[in-house]
């Protein structure tokens, strides 16, 4: 069902890097069971195109019950009004690679919400869609399953 689902969030050099490793780290979280996250996390000092220090954060989740237990979690922390925005937009966010994408705000992670974003400042989940052989069509029905 799900292959993986990787989670990416950038710390510009004007944020609190704790700040947004928390708003990760919210997610991860979700099936964890309080148990440290800090394996699950890679961390990638970049620098900007004005030389500015930039940090990634990304995380990829791949144990098959993890990966459903995330799933469940965005879902279900989900408002309403975003899970119709999701279902209407999912042919739009499922590539042809079998890839879904989301975009979560940060801030809002950062308060322990859910919420969709179209802001380029938000933490990206992709999530890989497995279905053997490849069929976009039953990887579009795996997705209205977990999210819709």
């Not at 069902?1 to 990787?6: L, R, S, T």
């Amino acid at each position: 069902m799900i292959h993986y689902i990787n989670l990416r969030v950038i710390a510009h050099s004007t944020e609190d890097r704790s700040r947004v490793l928390k708003s990760l780290e919210f997610f991860l979280s979700s099936f964890s069971n309080g148990k440290n996250t800090d394996d699950l996390v890679e961390a990638l000092d970049v620098e900007g195109h004005y030389g500015n220090l930039i940090k990634i954060f990304s995380a990829q989740v791949a144990r098959k019950s993890d990966s459903k237990a995330l799933a469940n979690f965005i879902r279900d922390n989900m408002s309403d009004e975003d899970v119709l925005r999701l279902r209407d937009e999912m042919p739009d966010r499922l590539d042809d690679d079998q890839v879904f994408h989301i975009r979560v705000d940060k801030q809002a992670a950062f308060q322990e919400n859910v919420k969709l974003t179209s802001s380029a400042d938000a933490i990206t989940v992709k999530v890989k869609i497995a279905t053997y052989p490849k069929d976009r069509l039953k990887a579009g029905l795996i997705v209205e399953e977990l999210f819709g």
